[in-house]
């Protein structure tokens, strides 16, 4: 399809009203945030540090957006400093340390055991469909890096695929029906950066240029549960991909790439296997039930 898709700083005072995580999470504690445990508070603090965006935040900007007392946030800061999770960068700002990623790297080992199994399940549901497994990229959160695949024995050059097509035009968010499953999840201010983004050169002629039309796609892939892409990374290929939740947040998404001459539309059943492979990976990735005790 051209435009075509079947899914889609600052130290100031305490806002009245939290609108950050602590707004949601007044619904399930009945309005309680002031009461909440210590715990809680930290943990709400080094969240608007993802969700704000940016490198620093002060204390004033991050009591706004948890709804937390100004005094509170500086001492979970100042804390958090001490224990190796913030660094003060500036006069007044923080931000996270590096030991934060290495927590995160910890936490996804072994998780995509048994990818190359699912993927080649998928090619073979598909009729020989050229799979790929892309992951929100580790040092970027509005990028993408493609981890895996399952193509047989398919010469990727032959098929047109080269080199720069995988490095600028499939990194990018803003195209293919994989890099719009993962964008349709990532929070508003990550949203927001891909949509400053210019359009990769290379990029195939359904490739969505108008933020509107794009960000209505997202809402589409969030309402199905997948996104189907018509030539939008290269000219003549066709594709449908469905995201990887861990624990409720968007970690990927699986591929699947046809031509559009073997395929020019969708069928169901491709759909739905891609969902599946999808699916099963986000339960590898899914966090253990916890212990009954």
Request: proline fraction near 5%.
């Amino acid at each position: 399809m051209g435009h075509r898709t079947a899914a889609s700083q600052s130290t100031a005072p305490k806002a009245a009203q939290p609108t950050g995580p602590a707004a949601r999470g007044a619904t399930a504690t009945g309005g309680r945030t002031s009461g909440s445990g210590h715990a809680e508070r930290v943990f709400l603090v080094q969240t608007a540090f993802a969700e704000l965006g940016g490198s620093a935040h002060g204390p004033g900007e991050i009591a706004e957006f948890t709804g937390l007392d100004d005094s509170v946030v500086y001492r979970i800061l100042q804390s958090g400093v001490y224990q190796r999770i913030f660094e003060r960068v500036d006069r007044g700002l923080y931000r996270l340390r590096t030991s934060a990623a290495h927590l995160a790297f910890t936490a996804l080992d072994h998780r995509l055991d048994g990818a190359q199994t699912v993927l080649a399940g998928l090619r073979d549901a598909t009729g020989d469909g050229l799979v790929f497994l892309y992951m929100v990229a580790p040092f970027s959160g509005a990028q993408r890096q493609c981890v895996d695949m399952a193509v047989g024995d398919s010469d990727l050059a032959e098929l047109g695929m080269t080199p720069r097509d995988v490095l600028s035009v499939t990194r990018s968010l803003r195209t293919g029906a994989s890099g719009r499953t993962i964008l349709a999840y990532l929070p508003d201010v990550l949203q927001q950066r891909v949509l400053a983004e210019p359009v990769p050169e290379q990029a195939g002629p359904g490739v969505y240029r108008d933020n509107d039309a794009l960000l209505t796609s997202l809402a589409e892939v969030r309402d199905l549960g997948y996104a189907l892409g018509f030539e939008e990374c290269m000219a003549g290929w066709n594709s449908c991909a469905a995201p990887i939740m861990w624990d409720g947040a968007i970690m990927g998404a699986v591929l699947l790439l046809k031509q559009k001459t073997v395929m020019p539309q969708v069928p169901e059943e491709i759909i739905e296997a891609t969902k599946e492979a999808a699916a099963v990976l986000s339960r590898h990735g899914a966090a253990r039930p916890a212990l009954d005790v």
